[in-house]
């Protein structure tokens, strides 16, 4: 993606460069600043801290840090200690793992004196290879689309809802709920989105309306709670939100507030879409509810806003009365009965777990070794 004519990624090494480049999520959409990451421990709490998040950028970020563990220290018992600190930064998203999974054994495997360049290599090719699975999840959603859009037998735009961040922040580029997006709009559609605010930290409002407006997409801000009402009122033609770990049974786990959009879309006959790559799938586990860790944030999130004042300089306010106790859970499950489809690199599948093993036939032996 472009700001203001110059592409960016949300994550990028750069030649000869032992340190890791990120763009600071916490002060867009005021302020719009690249920072240097130069050691595992700065990884770690940009990850924690939300300077960077999105379920698929955390984990080529994590792939990154382990870059950077292994300059500090290559040795087998620092790289798993790096690991185990990178892993407990955010408990709910899956590709966290999944990038340390896949990292950690080949370093391992290699000899000390070549695990700095064989890390750097790996965390370039997941960052190469998460642009490339995002992009065709926007083909396969553009497909989608083009079926529903009501393009040609209306002037009226196809109003797309969706909640939180998943566009190309979230990502390393091209994002997962707006890809589909994004590539529909660049094929002359007419599509307008309703952007919920997305509380407590506000992604919708202050990234994903940021990203849309640099890609001159008609979008309309709304708090949260307004999407039954629009749904309601015939206002919105489908639901797009991203996810930040699937079960193999198709439960989507993602931000907080999105079950109750599901259930509001459900009730009103909207299709409710969850557009995934399938390194947020979990194949280890089928109850989304009872099974995937719920992330609890601190309170103050809840306690506190941060925007600008009439003088355009940031400013933090508290919207609670003093003492009030808070409950900060950062993520909810969808139950696969509300999806109406998960949007893959792959295809588009319905949410079940025959479904999403026909487009990964990679995983029926090892589903069957477990079940058995």
């Known amino acids: 993606m472009k700001v203001d004519g110059q592409h960016y990624r949300s994550i990028w090494l750069e030649d ?3 340190s890791v480049f990120v763009i600071d999520q916490t002060l867009l959409p005021f302020e719009f600043r ?26 080529a970020t994590a792939a ?9 220290d290559p040795s087998d018992e620092y790289l798993k200690e790096s690991a185990s600190r990178l892993l407990a930064a955010r408990p709910t998203a899956t590709n966290l793992g999944w990038a340390l999974e896949r990292m950690l054994p080949q370093l391992l495997s290699e000899p000390i004196t070549d695990r700095v360049e064989a890390a750097r290599l790996e965390a370039q090719n997941i960052c190469d290879e998460d642009v490339g699975i995002n992009s ?16 040609g037998q209306s002037n009226e735009p196809f109003n797309i809802l ?15 709920a707006l890809s589909p997006i994004f590539k529909a709009h660049d094929a002359g559609m007419n599509i307008h989105v309703w952007v919920d605010e997305t509380r407590p930290r506000n992604q919708g409002a ?15 801000v709304v708090v949260d709670n307004a999407g039954g009402h629009l749904m309601q009122h015939g206002q919105v033609d489908a639901c797009i939100v991203g996810s930040d770990r699937t079960t193999r049974s198709g439960d989507v786990c993602n931000k907080i507030g999105t079950y109750l959009k599901a259930l509001a879309a459900k ?19 089928s109850d989304g509810i009872s099974e995937i860790p719920i992330e609890e944030r601190a309170g103050i999130e809840v306690t506190h806003i941060t925007g600008v004042d009439e003088k355009n300089q940031p400013t933090r306010v508290r919207l609670t009365p003093e003492g009030s106790q808070t409950a900060n859970p950062a993520f909810d499950v969808t139950p696969r009965g509300y999806v109406s489809g998960i949007i893959t690199e792959r295809g588009v ?15 029926i032996q090892k589903q069957q070794k477990n079940q058995g």
Not at 352 to 359: D, F, G, H, K, R
């Open 349 to 363: 599948c319905e949410a079940s777990e025959t479904a999403l093993l026909n487009l990964y036939p990679e995983h």
């Open 206 to 220: 202050s990234l994903t309306a940021w990203e849309l407006k640099a890609h001159d997409i008609p979008h309309t």
């Open 267 to 285: 009730a009103n006959d909207v299709p409710f879409f969850a557009a995934i790559p399938s390194s947020t799938i979990d194949w280890a586990i």
């Open 34 to 59: 690249v920072r240097q990451l130069r050691s595992t421990t700065q990884t770690i709490d940009a990850i924690a801290t939300m300077v960077v998040r999105g379920a698929p950028l955390i984990g």
């Open 162 to 176: 969706t909640h939180c961040n998943a566009g190309w922040l979230a990502t390393v580029d091209w994002g997962t």
């Open 64 to 72: 990154c840090g382990l870059f950077l563990a292994a300059q500090e």
């Open 136 to 151: 065709q999840i926007g083909t396969h959603g553009l497909r989608l689309l083009t079926e529903r859009c009501h393009l």
């Open 16 to 18: 000869g460069e032992r």
